[in-house]
Antibody, heavy 120, light 107 residues
Framework: EVQLVESGGDLVQPGGSLRLSCAASGFTFSSYAMNWVRQTPGKGLEWVSVIRASGGGTYYADSVKGRFTVFRDTSMDTLYLQMNSLRAEDTAIYYC?????????????WGQGTLVTVSS | DIQLTQSPSFLSASVGDRVTISCRAS??????LAWFQQKPGKAPNLLIYATSTLQSGVPSRFSGSGSGTEFTLTISSLQPEDFATYYCQQLNSYPPTFGQGTMVEIK
């Protein structure tokens, strides 16, 4: 059974940093691209980032480019999102999502989410 | 970015009703459309991908159709567990984008 468990969400001040983790199990982690998707009541669901199976390619939404970094540790079957220069508009529930076989952006399994609040 | 517009945004229906939700893309996306169901406090759950392919384990009362810019999710006979919010998502081009959601409530 595929399981994705996020952690690391917290209350952080504007300009601060946070690292989210997503522990994966139940599938061959190194064989699949992985995504981060966030959700807010106001903006709905927003794709944040993807990292290729090999880890060699990463892509970001314009709203986070230059501030967020996605990486993975295949020895630990864990996905990470390093978030720097956080802004109030980054406040959201952050989900990690496994990519399907056929498309990086087919989100076939999701974690339960972790809440990030950016506020002074 | 490709914009997805769902209609209606809110729908009130009874158990057993046939329900249809529309998703319109701002430009053609071929068949690269997925549908998700989300219940309160839970993550979205993939129902359908490639416009009409049911994800494993999804009941056959769910179906999808369309192509290009117009897509539809149909629930043939609404069940109590189907009351939720539904989202469409395009995966044709970067960045992937979602519709604003359709909340299905019990009448």
């Amino acid at each position: 059974e595929v399981q994705l468990v996020e952690s690391g969400g917290d209350l952080v001040q504007p300009g601060g940093s946070l690292r989210l983790s997503c522990a994966a199990s139940g599938f061959t982690f190194s064989s699949y691209a992985m995504n981060w998707v966030r959700q807010t009541p106001g903006k709905g669901l927003e794709w944040v980032s993807v990292i290729r199976a090999s880890g060699g390619g990463t892509y970001y939404a314009d709203s986070v480019k230059g501030r967020f970094t996605v990486f993975r540790d295949t020895s630990m079957d864990t996905l990470y999102l390093q978030m720097n220069s956080l802004r109030a508009e980054d406040t959201a529930i952050y989900y990690c999502a496994k990519a399907g076989n056929s498309n990086w952006y087919l989100f076939d399994y999701w974690g339960q989410g972790t809440l990030v609040t950016v506020s002074s | 970015d490709i914009q997805l517009t769902q209609s209606p945004s809110f729908l009130s229906a009874s158990v057993g009703d046939r329900v249809t939700i529309s998703c319109r893309a701002s430009q053609g996306i071929g068949s690269y459309l997925a549908w998700f169901q989300q219940k309160p406090g839970k993550a979205p759950n993939l129902l359908i991908y490639a416009t009409s392919t049911l994800q494993s384990g999804v009941p056959s009362r769910f179906s999808g159709s369309g192509s290009g810019t117009e897509f539809t999710l149909t629930i043939s006979s609404l069940q109590p567990e189907d009351f939720a919010t539904y989202y469409c998502q395009q995966l044709n081009s970067y960045p992937p984008t979602f519709g604003q959601g359709t909340m299905v409530e019990i009448k």
